[in-house]
């Protein structure tokens, strides 16, 4: 009797044993399953692109984007809310420390190079500058449009951001500024979308665009993905609503040595004011996440950015066979 209650106490273990198993299984595949991404607000537009494109090859795959500023993507990529973020930086050391810590390994995937317009209302004429100039602006030593050009009549610079915590500020602060603080009279116009986006709302982005193009005297910053016009397939205009400057890294900005942020400018650092995007994943290979960032890195995720404006880390290539000459 006691060799019969033995046994069915160690068969009670295994079956309980066997559904935990069951429950902590990995269901999905590079091709099916649910899976959340963190995404800097700046690339929705691609990225979203990326999103409908993937689901619409893969009916049994939902990835779901939460779209917000960089410091609430890595936020929640820190506290392993999720596996993968889409940003404009690379983890720090002690971001991989802690997730090293955790026994996880992050793998960053480089998908394209961006870059960061500068637009003017259609009324604005001014459409030449130098990354001195927009240095002196953010930092406040420049208030002005006269200051630019002495023949303007537009009154003081109304600089418009999508967020405080957005990968826009901190390039402007990092990279132009070098690291100088931004002038107060700039906090005021920023936009505060520390909550996360939903795309059908009038996202940040799209802010900097509406009050672009309803205020003459304005100076919106904002990423190129954004301004691209959708119906050009040779990509070399922008979105009607708005002018787009030109930026030179010379001391004084002419038609020659002055560049708008097009894709070839991008590659070429003609355009100085670029950035690179990366996909991170620290999530097991095989899995929907994992299948994701392959597609993104792949020849139709990169055709999706090359179509966006912005140019992509591995170029999608097309061989042409020619008939020899006779």
Known sequence: MKNLSLILCISLLFVTFSCDRKRVTRTDTPTSGIAEIAVDE???????????????????ALIIPIFTSENEAFDLFMKDSLRV?????ELTPNEKQIIKERDQVPRTQKIAIDGIALIVNKANMDTLITV???KNIMTGKIRNWKEINPKSNLGEIAVTFDSPNSSTVRFIRDSICGG???????????????????????????QVI????????????????????????????FINSINVMSVSAAEKATEEDSFKPFAAYLVLKKYPLTRDIFII???VKGGLPSGFVNFAAGEKGQRIILKAGLYPANVPTRLVRANPTL
């Open 180 to 206: 100088a603080s931004l002038g107060d009279h700039l906090k005021a116009r920023a936009a505060d979308s520390t909550k996360t986006i939903d795309l059908a709302d009038r996202t940040p982005n799209q």
């Open 42 to 60: 700046c690339f929705a537009p691609i990225i979203q692109e990326q999103v409908d494109v993937f689901s619409a090859m893969n009916n049994e």
């Open 281 to 283: 994943i620290t999530d």
């Open 85 to 89: 973020i889409v940003a404009s930086r």
């Open 132 to 134: 001195s100039d927009i």
């Open 210 to 237: 509406d009050y672009v193009a309803a205020t003459p005297n304005a100076l919106g910053v904002i990423g190129v993905n954004w301004i691209s016009n959708p119906s050009d397939p040779k990509n070399l205009s």
